[in-house]
């Protein structure tokens, strides 16, 4: 199993530009979640899904949408990107809901916004 | 004002010697988590603990969850290079369902 797999893992963008960072996971799970990391930071939660069709705002939505079409994909939308929004992002999926179960992360991609 | 407090934020060592951080806070919780993020990389789970008092160890890595289950520590004993990372505690809110919030880490470096 390759996990949670995110691309691109790289990406400079230009004020005002728009791009899809793609997540895909193979472990049939059906919670999907995309987190932000700042500089020195913790994660914080964008976005996240309970099962294909369902998506719901985290704790910094603004700037950002998702769809999920699939139990496999979670695709994080950025449109009229701006410098604010420089940052890691990481896409993560776990199981179940339950609060001892595990979020499994991708490697990340690293935006900058110029 | 976070929900989770991790100190200290910054944590520079020397391999062999022993330290201990912490996640603090004011809220009660069901269970806490502890990952650790390698530079480049995403977080892994290392630990859940979910009783008050629990002691889980993971070879030098001891991890406690608080008797009132507000808060945790990680203690690492004979630190090696290999343990440098960012430790991250994280806990579900009881109303937020499936969503995870995270502390803001304590960044860890231990040097050769």
């Known amino acids: 199993n390759a996990g949670v797999t995110q691309t691109p893992k790289f990406r400079i963008l230009k004020i005002g530009q728009s791009m899809t960072l793609q997540c895909t996971q193979d472990?049939?799970?059906?919670?999907m979640y995309w987190y932000r990391q700042d500089p020195g930071m913790g994660l914080k939660l964008i976005y996240y899904s309970v099962g294909a069709g369902i998506t719901d705002k985290g704790e910094v939505p603004n700037g950002y949408n998702v769809s999920r079409s699939t139990t496999e994909d979670f695709p994080l939308r950025l449109e009229l990107a701006a410098p604010s929004q420089t940052s890691v992002y990481f896409c993560a999926s776990s199981y179940s809901n339950r609060a001892a179960d595990t979020q499994y992360f991708g490697p990340g991609t690293r935006l900058t916004v110029l | 004002t976070q929900l989770l407090e991790q100190s200290p934020q910054f944590l520079s060592i020397q391999e062999g010697e022993n330290l201990t951080v912490y996640c603090n806070s004011s809220s009660v919780f069901s269970s806490l988590q502890w990952y650790r993020q390698e530079p480049g990389e995403g977080p892994v789970l290392l630990v859940t603990v979910v009783t008050g008092g629990e002691v889980k160890k993971l070879k030098r890595l001891t991890f406690q969850f608080g008797d009132a289950r507000k808060d945790s520590s990680l203690h690492i004993t004979a630190a090696q290079p290999g343990d440098t990372g960012l430790y991250l505690c994280?806990?579900?809110?009881?109303?937020?369902?499936?969503?995870?919030?995270f502390g803001e880490g304590t960044q860890l470096t231990v040097n050769p």
């Open positions: 472990m049939n799970h059906n919670y």
């Open positions: 994280a806990v579900h809110k009881e109303t937020s369902g499936s969503r995870l919030t």
